[in-house]
């Protein structure tokens, strides 16, 4: 049947799209088209569209609400990184973030407005959970991020607001979304879901056909430790986390990434990196130090840079695959832990 009036475009993945398409007895390619331009040309409204018919271009308008983000704002760092601030069609507002380097453009972005993992050192869940994201309203932020670089999004992570696995059916169809060739057509592997360690997502993720990326947030491999800077996840211990995430290699061949944001005194002593080598030896992993970044309202202070390397000179004698993340926007407020949805004004 065809969808009720009023339904927002942006909720139905590829597959849906064409299914609604061949529910107004159209054929398949004619969904192919909407997708190009929802995604790929960004069209504002069904008018534009003007290789179809204009019959089913008021069907649609009949029967679908088209309305893409509008940007309210967006911060130029020195860098060159963009952040964005987005209100969506029910007024709920989202970040997300352009990062250029050379001839690519990645593009942060979000899966949820506003967070519910309450991480102690992160600014987007001290404003609490507000909604999920469709999938339409992730790829509009790549499209509409690349377009205002002017060109086109070379990779997309999901590392901007929310928790990617707690919206699992919208961001992996989003994905796809990023993914189709008809749409954004970013490749797989440059496609990245960064999450605080949700176990069943990462299963279910495990047993996915694409091969997109998986970033996990680790921060501590000391249960007190995790338990006290991440406290929505004590309900999947370490070992819990581990066993799942070696399976995960096993099942797909790819190296997920254990992010681990370095603070000072707190996850950088010698007991908490030895905790980490134990952790992340022996399997496929790869590990991302990310010195803490300044968030108002978090004690969270950064080691000096000189810790930072001999932390991961001790994970790479242990032969440990590592590196330390250049931080991209920080005097915008545009890095790992920053979005708010803080306004210039």
């Known amino acids: 049947m065809p969808d009720a009036p009023g339904t927002d475009i942006s909720s139905l993945g590829s597959d849906g799209l064409v299914d609604a398409l061949s529910s107004l007895g159209q054929p398949t390619y004619r969904g192919r088209q909407v997708l190009v331009w929802l995604y790929?040309?960004?069209?504002?409204?069904?008018?534009?569209?003007?290789?179809?018919?204009?019959?089913?271009?008021g069907e649609l308008s009949e029967r679908f609400v088209l309305v893409q983000p509008t940007q309210v704002e967006s911060q130029h760092s020195s860098d060159g990184s963009r952040k964005y601030l987005w209100r969506l069609v029910d007024g709920v507002q989202i970040e997300s973030v352009g990062i250029p380097a050379a001839e690519r453009l990645t593009v942060c972005f979000s899966t949820q407005a506003g967070c519910a993992m309450g991480c102690t050192f992160c600014a987007t869940g001290r404003g609490g959970f507000v909604r999920d994201l469709t999938p339409g309203e992730m790829a509009w932020q790549v499209g509409l991020v690349a377009r205002d670089f002017g060109m086109r999004a070379s990779g997309a992570v999901a590392m901007g607001q929310g928790e990617p696995l707690?919206?699992?059916?919208?961001?992996?169809?989003?994905?796809?979304?990023?993914?189709?060739?008809?749409?954004?057509?970013?490749?797989?592997?440059?496609?990245?879901?960064?999450?605080?360690?949700?176990?069943?997502?990462?299963?279910?993720?495990?047993?996915?056909?694409?091969?997109?990326?998986?970033?996990?947030?680790?921060?501590?491999?000391v249960q007190k430790t995790r338990d006290r800077l991440m406290p929505a996840t004590r309900r999947w211990p370490l070992g819990l986390l581990k066993g799942t995430l070696i399976d995960y290699t096993q099942r797909t061949g790819r190296r997920p990434t254990l992010e681990f944001a370095l603070i000072a005194d707190e996850n950088d002593t010698p007991a908490e990196v030895q905790a980490l080598v134990e952790f992340a030896r022996g399997w496929m992993c790869h590990v991302n130090l990310i010195p803490v970044n300044p968030v108002k309202g978090s004690a969270a202070a950064r080691?000096?840079?000189?810790?930072?390397?001999?932390v991961a000179a001790v994970l790479r004698a242990a032969g440990i695959e590592t590196s330390v993340r250049v931080e991209r926007g920080v005097d915008i407020d545009a890095a790992c832990g920053q979005l708010a949805q803080r306004h210039l004004r």
């Open 40 to 57: 790929g040309r960004l069209a504002s409204s069904f008018d534009d569209m003007t290789d179809l018919p204009a019959r089913l271009r």
């Open 166 to 221: 707690n919206n699992y059916d919208a961001t992996l169809a989003g994905l796809r979304l990023m993914n189709h060739k008809d749409s954004l057509g970013i490749g797989a592997r440059h496609l990245t879901i960064s999450t605080c360690g949700v176990v069943p997502g990462i299963d279910r993720l495990a047993r996915e056909p694409e091969q997109f990326t998986l970033a996990v947030s680790l921060h501590s491999a």
């Open 303 to 310: 080691p000096a840079e000189d810790r930072t390397m001999e």
